[in-house]
């Protein structure tokens, strides 16, 4: 239980680190038959590679992955699917400025506390690096939910003060048609603006994205402590630098009535829906086919070019110096982390709740 | 994998239902040796209770106990501990009504829809009743927290648009002392006169609890994927009404830039601390020794005495029409639920990070 | 992680001592819409009744339990099932004499050593009275393997040296016919003439039970690590008294060729089956359609009427003499625990079964 | 769930098949700090290897492993450890014959049913092969419990019915003299002649093994499910071609009174130790302090140079003749699998057993 691992029926372990042989992770529980679409897999680490963009983190990462284990002629045979991505770009000269150093708000001090002993280049064990191993098991179980008729969207919905606005439509074709991934490019072109001058200042800056999932079966979720909505916060709050999460109506709840907030049922065309979609598309920990929402917070990413004030392994007073490749803002590199680990979410549950009703156990 | 499980080692698993023969937990892993106190998990199942003040609903729940297993001679025996909480005002008639109606924004349809049957009375399982089991076990996980000098203290800071500024140093001794559990009496008093007002036009608000937990140890918590605040996202939102979770800066981290959120490192009196805390005591999953923080968002209750539109079993339009007792918000009963929860979270981390170095285990 | 937890998706938690308030089980993850036949659970706890025959203890133990949450109206709704009989003959006092002493091959002094407290009275947690709670998980899971086709038979084939020959075709009707639950006659006499004489003596003597599994789907179980005769194995050891576990030809294969004991595929009228089934029903963990048999081994019980050497509490040499009512030989009693922990185990494998294919998820 | 995971805290998951990449092995709770030794790992890795001796296979595998994560500095760090071991003898041409047979008493036919798929290469994912990886995760495992002062041997006690007799006393010193692994020179030459003599025949023969665990502390282990000989029994159960688990008296208990089983405690120099030792070292599910001692009993390997009926994909009758390399008898190779899980068992335990008192937690 040392938290390398996520899921109960389809089940992920990750491991690897940001400067060490590389990244991977093994799948346990995928169903068998699937016919791996690699170049899919390829697509979405491109997504979250660093590199891609002037506003992301210029460092090279390898994204080329290896698959190791569980495909028999292009086909998933049930067994544990391992992949692994070999890393390239270490650099491990790069950190050896921090090695003593505990850097503000990255995880230095507490892995060292905790561990007694740290791998500090470029974090780790810590490093975002990890979530290319989410993303890769995350776009699976994508291609089997996608067979089911779910498909899941995630965009950014807000940079420093520049906030898509809650009445634009958004059409999700257009998610990757700029940089920073925001499906409106009046919008997009104020956030890359924005994260340009901060990159330029040698700072970081928070962000929100906002993420659907459309064509979800009525019932998929559980009651009491796995609620659906409990699961896909816990799956949010685990990637780097997530600070809130909100399902629905989220915060804005705090100031809404009853009789605002309630989701009117109603019968359209023999579909039973609602009039609102407050409720974010889950309604006692379980789906009630609307589609699910939520929304992300990032904080501003750790690593600044600037001076700051820390300590030492001693306790001794320093000054830690940003050297290096960074995201001057995480958020465009996250949309599809947020993606991933809401397939892997909606795919586990789906597989669980085949096992809850006694008529279909009978076929009867 | 139910859902109605939660932990790892200190784990508990409840069972029950609003109108059924009543609500219980069995807690595996409570650690052997500790003098059970009975009253102050009574004193806890008070703070939770209906009926309590003017300003929750009227409704009256047996508050009373009682230990089945896991206890000889006063002590805990590292056996499960099993405590039964017997129902005794079910009033089962006055939910004949939406029999066959699904409440908007309540859990009747989605549980109707997965499980193919439904105990309409008073919500079931899926009844906030079932949080007196977690407060039960919460209040045991506290007791032994409390031995390790670790406190937790919720109180709530915003009902509808009320919210306790946050210029005011809070003196967690006076949280209890007003029956909206917010501790400072302006806002209080506020905060009662619009639930007051809105109980009265059968209506609901929603509203949101802060929870700082100080005394804790560095160390504690997991990488990747069980992230301490990951682990507290989850419990929060499993809470019925909760819509969403912020640790530390939390969404105000969304337009902060890195160079303020960083929390610098110091050494006061040989003890290394930071200066700001929007980390929120938590840094990659794992705490730092500052005091954990975090708010949780509560929508407004579902039940209201108002027509609502609706369908019912067939699908057909229908009318609800809210009949019984209920809580105008659920915030000021919902603060014992947080504090449990938060602190079955953190014991259970601290019992799973013994394991973690080998100089430990081998006492060198 | 505590150890009272069985099964993944069918999954139990049992609580509760032999002298405390009583003995109870929850179920969490039975499936829904199950018309829950009390008479039969009842049934089965006869079975594992003292006072039930003249071969085993004349303890008086209450066997009417509760029923205290999910069902509504006769029917399980999907939520926790939770159990409970509350102890009557508690005759604490019987047990003084060995408050300080560590009865030989007993728990007691484990228990002390590792939990630093020891509920004394009757064994406390280690008691077999605990397997009541399994009798009635487990006859709820035969419940739902009923309606499968799926029906599991255990019966007494040894007690000391007396042997059911393997010559013998056993008829299961014939089990519960005589009250060592050996399913022939002359046996079933020798072995009951046995155990009186055992019984007189005041000694105890130790037995077997073979346990036979028919109407198997094929491909149920898993690879690797939780085979389905590892997990069957698990849930026998886990009984009290068990000392081994042997799955089809078991022992016996050490000293066969692979030329004898491979078991010959053949298509009998479409069906393919084997012409021997040394395998077991289970090949590579994994049913192959074939019965399931496999053989539990008892130790003679611990409590004997006889002086025996032992240490008390502070490392000194006493004297231990049984007194209170016991069982000369726990094969009769067990026979309804073996088939209640096999049924749980098959239930649960064919619940996570559910979700192996892709094909059977996407239903082309 | 899908069955490739094994422990709690100390948690392996195995992955890769027999003609795939690759064999591999996650270990997740490995404790930070332990000066990880390869070359221990690979002498474990030699005793379980192909074509050490005459009497095994003489397939060639690769045993050489690489350390994909978790080690800094030569040091564990407590995140998680991959390691995988590439293939290299993988000769898939030599399986085109048995590709749409089953072979008899192996796992062909049930993976194929249940998966939809096979990888017919070498039996895949249910070939023995996966061993390696438990082999490396033991020898891990084993490498901490030596400096806790436990000591696990594992030697071959039969072939066939050459059975080394109980009143030999061994010397754990010689078990890795001979080639079988039997520490008693003219016991393991007739076993050694046998061996030899079924090979010439191109049969099989099935064999045991013993295994002694000493040095265990007091106390670890688990009441009820998860009693400390129920998970060795599992373990045991788990590894290819094993049929039963016997701990201590095991099977033998069958024919045994209670006052010849029972183990009288003594105190001897202030410690408690019993007199005899029919318990194994276990008793209620927790260690006593006594050697834990139990027997493994292996089938004989199912690939024999005879031919064989069978059926076909279609369900035709066929016939399948053995080619390639096969093991005559599976034991000498099987003697570090045994330990290695063995060690992982007692480490888990060991792990989990830290959070079982309250004094242990608060220092008091």
């Given amino acids: 239980m040392a938290g390398n691992t996520f899921g109960t029926l389809y089940r992920i372990t990750t491991f690897g680190e940001s400067h060490g042989k590389g990244i991977g992770v093994v799948i346990d529980g995928c169903p068998s038959g699937l016919e ?20 992301v983190t210029q460092r090279h990462e390898n994204e080329e992955f290896e698959v190791l284990s569980g495909v028999f002629e292009g086909k998933t045979t049930g067994t544990p699917l391992a992949i692994f991505i070999r890393n390239q770009d270490q650099r491990s000269k790069d950190y050896s400025h921090i090695m003593d150093k505990y850097r503000p708000s990255h995880a230095d001090y507490t ?25 890769i098991a995350g776009a699976i179980a994508m ?9 899941i969207n995630a965009y950014v919905n807000q940079v420093g003060d520049i906030k898509l606005a809650s009445t634009i439509k958004v059409d999700y074709n257009k998610i990757d048609d700029n940089i920073i991934r925001c499906p409106h490019d009046e919008t997009a072109t104020k956030m890359i603006d924005l994260i340009t001058d901060i990159k330029k200042k040698g700072d970081t800056i928070g962000g929100a994205i906002h993420c659907n999932i459309s064509g979800m079966p009525v019932g998929v979720g559980a009651p009491v402590f796995d609620k659906l909505h409990a699961e896909l916060g816990k799956a949010m709050l ?3 630098a997530v600070k809130g999460f909100e399902l629905g109506s989220g915060f804005g709840a705090i100031t809404m009535k009853g009789s605002e907030h309630n989701d009117a049922f109603e019968n359209i065309d023999g579909k039973v829906t609602t009039k609102t979609n407050y409720s974010g598309g889950i309604q006692g920990g379980i789906s009630n086919g609307m589609d699910i929402t939520f929304n992300v917070a990032f904080k501003p990413v750790a690593t600044i070019i600037q001076s700051q ?10 000054t830690v110096t940003g050297k290096g490749r960074h995201d001057p803002c995480v958020v465009p590199r ?4 947020v993606e991933s680990m809401a397939a892997m979410v909606i795919l586990d549950h789906i597989l669980i709740d085949r096992s809850t009703r006694l008529d279909d156990l009978i076929g009867s």
């Fill in 36 to 55: 791996l679409d690699e170049s899919h897999i390829f697509a979405e680490l491109q997504r979250r590679k660093p590199g891609q963009s002037k506003i």
């Fill in 238 to 240: 685990s990637i780097n």
């Fill in 111 to 135: 892995y060292s506390k905790k561990y007694g002993i740290r791998d500090y280049r470029g974090g780790g064990r810590s490093s975002a690096r990890e979530t290319a191993a989410r993303v």
């Fill in 143 to 151: 291609q089997i939910l996608t067979k089911m008729g779910i498909e």
């Fill in 309 to 318: 004030e820390s300590v030492d392994k001693e306790g001794n007073a320093t």
């Fill in 334 to 337: 996250a949309v599809p982390i």
